[in-house]
């Protein structure tokens, strides 16, 4: 059937995961990619290729890799690097249906990530968390350093099948929980399939709370927020 053929496949096989499992072949079925994008383990790979400058950023190739930034291991041998995604990556299996209840909780830290942060046009897939951590999102805190020496930028970066549901104080957003004393956010695309429940206040699309100083531009938000007060689309 040739309706199940070439680039066909992706409009008549709409059970078929062709973001990360299968790919389409010209006049021919499809086939499982040769080695599927790994999910999350839960561990944290501090080990990242690259010196962290503007030429030579740090490259982020796992969900493992990731957790590492984002926590940064409390401690300040991250502040003010260049950080750049190699590739897609997925925390959780966004496969099936129910994939939400064997998800595993994303990383919070009580840290203030302090860089730059490239998605290079990639999707990260399936972040989640459930509970009662405030200021939650991919990031806990993002901003500029204590002294004011280096600010933060998050640009070119794609989210899908995100899901974050908080009883938590305060702060739930995708890219970040909090973001004050200068932050930039560029090019952020929340697909439609991302969702946050918050039962009290501070909601939004990018950040949880906003404090002075934060900048959005080419933003398209298209999940959903839900929250007791304070909610917004950004």
Not at 21 to 48: F, M, Q, R
Not at 204 to 226: D, E, H, P, R, T
Request: one cysteine or more.
């Amino acid at each position: 059937d040739d309706q199940m053929k070439g680039e066909n496949a992706k409009a008549n096989m709409t059970g078929f995961d062709f973001a990360w499992i299968w790919k389409t072949v010209e006049n021919s079925y499809p086939v499982t990619v040769a080695n599927p994008v790994n999910v999350w383990d839960g561990t944290k790979d501090y080990n990242l290729e690259g010196t962290g400058s503007t030429t030579d950023p740090y490259l982020v190739k796992t969900a493992a890799q990731l957790a590492a930034i984002v926590t940064g291991n409390n401690s300040e041998a991250f502040t003010g690097k260049y950080f750049k995604l190699a590739n897609d990556i997925r925390i959780n299996d966004t496969s099936s249906a129910n994939w939400k209840a064997f998800a595993l909780d994303w990383v919070w830290a009580d840290f203030r990530f302090v860089g730059t942060f490239d998605g290079n046009g990639h999707t990260i897939d399936g972040l989640y968390y459930k509970g009662s951590q405030r200021v939650m999102g991919l990031f806990s805190y993002v901003g500029a350093d204590n002294n004011g020496t280096y600010k933060t930028t998050i640009k070119n970066l794609n989210m899908t099948n995100a899901y974050i549901e908080s009883t938590a104080a305060d702060g739930a957003g995708f890219v970040a929980g909090q973001a004050s004393r200068v932050a930039y956010f560029d090019g952020i695309y929340i697909d439609d399939t991302c969702e946050i429940n918050s039962t009290v206040k501070g909601a939004g699309g990018i950040l949880g709370q906003s404090g002075y100083n934060v900048f959005m531009s080419n933003i398209a938000m298209n999940g959903k927020v839900a929250g007791g007060s304070n909610v917004g689309a950004f």
